[in-house]
């Protein structure tokens, strides 16, 4: 455990083994480093980060490990009369892409097929217009993925083979609802089985692609809801058994897909459509051990979408899934949204805050455009932002690739309970837990915690070892093997900061006599959860704020009340509660908004403390009450709770102004920190238009011991900066921040 490491206070360490200060240029006076006892985040404890892995040999990494810059221009049936090629392969490899997706389909053969309901084109005219696409990437040193798109298909497929399409519940097809002549496919029947391997073999027979890809397969973020013959036979959409089932059959089918795509060439794979984030499709554990490349098909936001880190959100899921496999993710250069025009190009600020978020979390950048009117497109705006994006990056390659993430807070982001689970009764909305991610991330964020996302099916000791504290975010769906790796980290020392009915459910969505966490956490349950009308609960504070107040409760003064939660399981009495609950009451008309029962012996927080461990158990949805309403108290109390559970322990710590995300990397010439300025007017709706910059920021990590510092880089503003290693306590400042800056630690 990382407790169990030595920790140092962040105030200014002194000694005659202190580094002079080091710039590219020479030597510095020590003035030029602000005081450190300036940078104030109060008791906060610098633990030592672990030591450095050791070096890998590039030449045994599989291809894909070195590509470092995808491209796309996703076709349409008119390019092949419209399309230059020479122009578009010249363009691709002028941004310095190492791989480019080239359309194959399944809807509209870009090749003369012989595939049977591979439809050509109607400008395709017999032209090899794919064979000519492929030449010419591959002349320019460019990698190929074949693109393959099986979600769809045209009305004489559906005549003659009408097992192929997926059925609503009165058995009649489902179609595209823009364009009702494609039908849609369903993933159990014989078209995955016998067609889309045809397309692949005629591929692979032709041409000289380095692996194979499915668009619009598997579904993102939800699951199929379809009663043809053979889906009526199966478990009912939405329940843990056709989740289990579902995962079976995409793993079954990537099997074989990977399978024909190594009849030709060995180090070819199949991979596809993986994205979704904390809701995923298949069981993203079982994926993330069979995939070559990880697909994160997150290719922008809508007005309604909830925040602008929705990126970095998809780049935590795959780091938690992948152990350091490729991932790369989309960014579209169109306009995302609802409505949305699809060939024409959004802004360059939230295209580029896109890209760093994809970097910033781990990902590799993919660049796409849909079209290629005139030419490249009758919209050409979306060129330069990619060209400048992709060349800058590859002026800085060693500094971005990942190794490992350097954090010391595991978020579990329980994707059955994300897809599965319905909420309280009554509000049952699928956006609920979605909902309650979004609070925690951007407790986390507001507080600067460097964190990863810890999927349920992973909570093996090995892995948990490196986080100082998990938290759970009403993880509702657990089985009692996952409550049991859980206690057994808090009896090795972890700490745990848990809310609502987190455990109350096992891996069948049955639900529990008393959540399979009761035991660890010393609680019992009440009742059923019980919601709001009117006032939501209050949290009596039962221990003085002034003097020595719990730290809990630093920085309320002069109320009795905090706010609770909007929904609550209520637990049975413990002894000496922090906070209790005030149940809620009446909101309007005024004259009754006063609490029948002021005072109970209902416990609103259960805290627990044995040796290194500390246990801090929330009976309200804290987290998504905290979303829905920004109550400062709220974030206050979440803030106060994480820093007790994690022993005020920081592994990086960044001090400034401004809304911040963070990420700490190994990388191989040393460490990468990425902070991300989401300071700006459309952080939670709407594109990015403009960036507020922010000025100073201090950053502190503590290296491991023999470690010593050659350089300090700050790759967008490209230029060093001076910093101070004071025994393995590395300073510096970033002097400011546009959208984007990263903090490249050489160490020798």
Not at 459 to 479: C, F, G, T
Not at 590 to 614: C, F, N, Q, W
Not at 640 to 655: C, D, L, S
Request: charged share 20%.
């Amino acid at each position: 455990m990382l407790n169990r490491r030595n920790f140092i206070k962040t105030g200014l360490v002194t000694g005659a083994g202190a580094l002079p200060l080091f710039h590219e240029q020479g030597s510095l006076h020590a003035e030029s480093i602000p005081d450190a006892g300036a940078i104030d985040d109060r008791d906060a404890v610098m633990a030592a980060l672990p030591a450095r892995l050791s070096a890998e040999d590039a030449s045994s990494q599989p291809w894909q490990h070195r590509v470092r810059r995808v491209g796309q221009t996703n076709m349409t049936e008119h390019d092949p009369a419209v399309m230059n090629i020479e122009e578009w392969a010249d363009y691709w490899s002028g941004t310095k892409a190492d791989i480019v997706f080239i359309s194959v389909t399944g809807i509209l053969a870009f090749y003369p097929s012989k595939v049977r309901f591979h439809r050509h084109g109607k400008f395709l005219n017999g032209r090899d217009f794919f064979g000519e696409c492929v030449a010419a990437a591959k002349k320019r040193g460019m990698r190929v993925v074949a693109r393959m798109s099986p979600d769809l298909n045209w009305g004489d497929a559906l005549e003659a083979h009408p097992e192929w399409a997926m059925r609503h519940q009165d058995g009649s097809a489902q179609h595209s609802t823009e364009d009702p002549r494609l039908f849609k496919t369903c993933m159990f029947s014989s078209y995955m089985d016998d067609y889309v391997p045809a397309i692949m073999r005629e591929v692979n027979s032709l041409y000289d692609v380095d692996c194979f890809y499915t668009n619009g397969w598997p579904p993102l973020g939800n699951l199929p809801d379809c009663h043809c013959a053979i889906c009526s036979r199966l478990p009912a959409s939405g329940t843990p058994a056709y989740w289990r089932v579902f995962t079976d059959r995409v793993l079954d089918l990537w099997h074989r897909y990977d399978a024909i795509a190594k009849e030709k060439k060995s180090d070819s794979f199949f991979f596809a459509n993986s994205g979704g984030n904390v809701r995923g499709g298949p069981n993203l554990d079982r994926l993330g051990k069979i995939t070559a490349w990880f697909q994160a098909d997150n290719q922008g936001r809508t007005y309604n979408e909830p925040a602008v880190w929705g990126c970095s959100l998809q780049g935590r899921v795959c780091n938690a899934v992948l152990d350091g496999k490729f991932a790369a993710n989309v960014t579209a250069a169109y306009s995302t949204g609802t409505p949305g025009w699809r060939n024409l190009t959004k802004t360059a600020d939230e295209t580029r805050m896109w890209f760093n978020e994809t970097l910033a979390s781990g990902m590799v950048p993919y660049y796409h455009f849909v079209g290629a009117e005139d030419g490249l497109g009758e919209d050409r705006r979306w060129q330069k932002t990619g060209t400048d994006y992709f060349q800058w990056t590859a002026r800085h390659d060693a500094h971005l690739r990942t190794r490992r993430s350097i954090a010391n807070i595991g978020v579990v982001i329980g994707q059955a309970t994300q897809l599965l689970y319905p909420g309280p009764a009554p509000e049952r909305t699928r956006d609920y837990m979605y909902e309650t991610t979004q609070g925690i991330y951007d407790a986390l964020l507001r507080g600067r915690f460097a964190f990863d996302f810890v999927h349920e099916d992973r909570l093996d000791q090995e892995r948990l070892s490196k986080y100082r504290a998990l938290l759970l975010p009403n993880v509702a769906m657990l089985s009692d093997r996952q409550c049991e790796q859980i206690s057994a980290y808090v009896r090795g020392g972890g700490s745990l900061m848990a809310s609502f009915e987190t455990s109350l459910y096992d891996e069948n969505l049955k639900q529990r006599t008393e959540p399979g966490l009761a035991n660890l956490l010393g609680i019992s349950r009440a009742g059923d959860a019980i919601g709001t009308n009117g006032n939501p609960y209050y949290a009596r504070i039962e221990a003085p704020t002034s003097a020595h107040p719990h730290p809990l409760l630093r920085g309320f003064s002069n109320t009795n009340w905090l706010p609770g939660a909007k929904n609550r399981l209520p637990l049975k009495p413990i002894d000496n509660p922090l906070l209790t609950v005030v149940p809620g009451f009446v909101r309007y008309p005024p004259e009754l908004a006063y609490p029948p029962v002021s005072h109970t012996d209902e416990p609103a927080v259960v805290l627990r403390e044995s040796g290194a461990s500390r246990i801090a158990w929330f009976p309200g949805d804290v987290e998504r009450t905290y979303w829905a309403t920004g109550h400062g108290d709220l974030l206050r109390l979440l803030h106060n709770t994480i820093r007790w559970v994690t022993h005020e322990e920081r592994v990086v710590q960044v001090n400034g102004d401004g809304l911040v995300e963070m990420f700490c990397w190994e990388t191989a010439p040393g460490y990468a920190v990425h902070l991300l300025n989401y300071e700006n007017p459309n952080t939670y709706h709407g594109w990015l238009q403009s960036v507020a910059p922010l000025g100073a920021q201090h950053v502190t990590m503590k290296l491991p011991s023999s470690v010593r510092v050659k350089s300090v880089e700050l790759l967008a503003a490209e230029q060093t900066v001076p910093f101070r290693l004071e025994e393995q306590t590395l300073r510096f400042t970033i002097p400011s921040v546009g959208d984007y800056e990263v903090a490249a630690v050489t160490v020798l």
